[in-house]
């Protein structure tokens, strides 16, 4: 069944203005930090600017003042070399001469006045003048300080909780953008059962979460029909990013072009949707031709039952196949790679894959982001549970990365974690955010408490000290 809908209703950045918020975590910070020291060197050139000119202007027009003053009394002394001139002249008789000069003198004087107001008048125009154009570039400065000040203020203070489409990342080259974690679901119908996993939805749409991500093998589809019933129960189809993965289930296991389709169309019933965001290859089947299932997965796109197609478990070689193919024979691209990545798994993105996740713009996305739960610290002893049971089977995941290493890297989570009054989770995970290329790792919680002490680590900033302590002690 095809499905015609409005784009727009789901969550996605505009393609010219959002790659900061896409685009993969601490490179957008260190760029912020650039932009907000020159914004605060432009707010000192302004104020320089605006105290320099008006104090140049000032002294310009006083100086005229003070030149005018001399030149009326110049001109007053011109008039007076004529009554001296009058006085000696044989020809003038005493009484014309003292007539004279006293009118002389009148004259002068009344010409000294008249110069001396008209250079008052001239400077005081002038002064007036100036402390306009001063004003103008006062008020132009003060702009200036107030626009930088909200600038920075928007780039220093990240995240932003409050406002849900500043939190989002863009996916890959997708129109998608996601949420800073994204809600894994393996455990829904084996560690949580269907209420606890209706909880931990709940909780997590509630802080802003809008990505979920299963897999039709996960609890053999109950995780897909659990989430099926809760979008339907809420009506939250169109404000989350749905995605699936498909291959490893008994029923239709493979990327052949029937197993394909035949997935698909199971998995929408089960979630009860008619369309997918986006669709992972859960592996990489290499006895399927990669043209017959990337052919499979066009139709997908064309028929509207799947939106954006991604891989999980490929390695750099075969993502390259893939894009050329795709590229040769238009066919759907990869937008997306999931790849175990976390302090103590970081040689297979960070050596092999991240020079061609680069390279496509593929949006990273890790799972197994904790370890197997071995970087929350609760399995520093010895294994426990029952043998056979899913707390002893989870230990035993965790128990490989327990060496000396692995110990290091707890002790520097504990400290770090110290510091800012958060769990070794969050920590790990605040980590991974700071990676170049990393778009959201998938956490997965089996109570909604665990939940809400991982999503703490959205809203924490390490610092470069303490992401280079990380990295020191974790490096292979």
Same mark, same amino acid.
């Given at each position: 069944?095809?499905?015609?809908?409005?784009?727009? !209703?789901?969550?996605?950045?505009?393609?010219?203005? #959002?790659?900061?918020?896409?685009?993969?975590?601490?490179?957008?910070?260190? !760029?912020?930090?650039?932009?907000?020291?020159?914004? $605060?060197?432009?707010?000192?050139?302004?104020?320089?600017?605006?105290?320099?000119?008006?104090?140049?202007?000032?002294?310009?027009?006083?100086?005229?003042?003070?030149?005018?003053?001399? !030149?009326?009394?110049?001109?007053?002394?011109?008039?007076? #070399?004529?009554?001296?001139? #009058?006085?000696?002249? @044989?020809?003038?008789?005493?009484?014309?001469?003292?007539?004279?000069?006293?009118?002389?003198?009148?004259?002068?004087?009344?010409?000294?006045?008249?110069?001396?107001?008209?250079?008052?008048?001239?400077?005081?125009? /002038? #002064?007036?003048?100036?402390?306009?154009?001063?004003?103008?570039?006062?008020?132009?400065?003060?702009?200036?300080?107030?626009?930088?000040?909200?600038?920075?203020?928007?780039?220093?203070?990240?995240?932003?909780?409050?406002?849900?489409?500043?939190? &989002?990342? $863009?996916?890959?080259? *997708?129109?998608?953008?996601?949420?800073? =974690?994204?809600?894994?679901?393996?455990?829904?119908?084996?560690?949580?059962?269907?209420?606890? *996993? &209706?909880?931990?939805?709940?909780?997590?749409? /509630?802080?802003?979460?809008?990505?979920? +991500?299963?897999? +039709?093998?996960?609890?053999?589809?109950?995780?897909?029909?659990?989430?099926?019933?809760?979008?339907?129960?809420?009506?939250?189809?169109?404000?989350?990013?749905?995605?699936?993965?498909?291959?490893?289930? *008994?029923?239709? @296991?493979?990327?052949?072009?029937?197993?394909?389709?035949?997935?698909?169309?199971?998995?929408?019933?089960?979630?009860?949707?008619?369309? =997918?965001?986006?669709?992972?290859?859960?592996?990489?089947?290499?006895?399927?031709?990669?043209?017959?299932?990337?052919?499979?997965?066009?139709?997908?796109?064309?028929?509207?039952?799947?939106?954006?197609?991604?891989?999980?478990?490929?390695?750099?070689?075969?993502? &390259?196949?893939?894009?050329?193919?795709?590229?040769?024979? +238009?066919?759907?691209?990869?937008?997306?790679?999931?790849? @175990?990545?976390?302090?103590? %798994?970081?040689?297979?993105?960070? %050596?092999?894959?991240?020079?061609?996740?680069?390279?496509? %713009?593929?949006?990273?996305?890790?799972?197994?982001?904790?370890?197997?739960?071995?970087?929350?610290?609760?399995?520093?002893?010895?294994?426990?549970?029952?043998?056979?049971?899913?707390?002893?089977?989870?230990?035993?995941?965790?128990?490989?990365?327990?060496?000396?290493?692995?110990?290091?890297?707890?002790?520097?989570?504990?400290?770090?974690?110290?510091?800012?009054?958060?769990?070794?989770?969050?920590?790990?995970?605040?980590?991974?955010?700071?990676? @170049?290329?990393?778009?959201?790792?998938?956490?997965?919680?089996? $109570?909604?408490?665990?939940? !809400?002490?991982?999503?703490?680590?959205?809203?924490?900033?390490?610092?470069?000290?303490?992401?280079?302590? =990380?990295?020191?002690?974790?490096?292979?």
């Amino acid at each position: 069944m095809t499905h015609s809908r409005d784009d727009d !209703a789901l969550p996605v950045l505009p393609r010219d203005g #959002a790659e900061s918020l896409a685009q993969e975590g601490s490179a957008t910070r260190s !760029a912020g930090v650039e932009t907000v020291g020159v914004r $605060r060197r432009d707010i000192r050139l302004a104020e320089q600017l605006a105290a320099s000119a008006g104090g140049r202007e000032t002294h310009d027009v006083a100086s005229g003042a003070e030149d005018a003053a001399p !030149a009326a009394v110049e001109s007053a002394g011109v008039e007076s #070399a004529g009554v001296e001139a #009058a006085k000696g002249s @044989p020809a003038s008789s005493g009484a014309q001469v003292e007539a004279t000069a006293r009118a002389s003198a009148r004259v002068g004087a009344h010409v000294a006045t008249d110069a001396t107001d008209d250079a008052s008048f001239e400077a005081s125009r /002038e #002064a007036s003048d100036t402390a306009t154009d001063a004003e103008r570039i006062m008020r132009q400065a003060l702009e200036v300080v107030d626009r930088s000040i909200v600038a920075m203020a928007a780039d220093e203070t990240r995240p932003i909780p409050d406002i849900r489409s500043l939190r &989002m990342r $863009r996916l890959g080259d *997708s129109e998608l953008a996601v949420f800073p =974690l994204i809600l894994g679901a393996s455990t829904f119908g084996w560690t949580a059962g269907a209420d606890a *996993s &209706m909880a931990i939805l709940d909780a997590y749409l /509630e802080a802003g979460g809008n990505a979920i +991500d299963t897999a +039709d093998s996960y609890s053999a589809g109950r995780s897909e029909t659990v989430i099926g019933t809760w979008l339907r129960d809420r009506g939250a189809r169109d404000r989350m990013v749905l995605s699936t993965k498909i291959a490893q289930s *008994s029923e239709n @296991p493979g990327l052949s072009a029937q197993s394909i389709a035949r997935s698909v169309d199971a998995s929408l019933q089960r979630l009860g949707v008619d369309y =997918l965001d986006l669709l992972y290859f859960h592996l990489d089947d290499r006895a399927v031709p990669l043209e017959e299932s990337l052919t499979a997965a066009d139709a997908l796109v064309r028929s509207g039952k799947v939106r954006y197609l991604a891989a999980s478990g490929f390695d750099g070689d075969r993502l &390259m196949q893939a894009r050329i193919l795709a590229g040769q024979l +238009d066919l759907p691209r990869f937008v997306a790679v999931q790849v @175990p990545y976390n302090l103590l %798994q970081r040689e297979e993105f960070e %050596q092999r894959l991240f020079p061609v996740v680069r390279a496509q %713009q593929l949006a990273a996305v890790p799972f197994s982001s904790l370890a197997s739960g071995f970087l929350t610290g609760k399995y520093r002893g010895r294994v426990k549970g029952e043998r056979g049971s899913e707390a002893h089977s989870r230990a035993t995941r965790a128990a490989q990365f327990a060496s000396k290493r692995g110990f290091r890297v707890l002790d520097a989570l504990e400290d770090v974690a110290e510091e800012h009054d958060r769990s070794l989770a969050a920590v790990a995970l605040a980590w991974l955010l700071t990676k @170049p290329l990393v778009t959201a790792p998938v956490v997965s919680v089996s $109570r909604p408490e665990q939940l !809400a002490d991982l999503l703490t680590a959205t809203r924490l900033n390490l610092t470069r000290h303490q992401v280079a302590l =990380l990295d020191r002690v974790s490096a292979g």
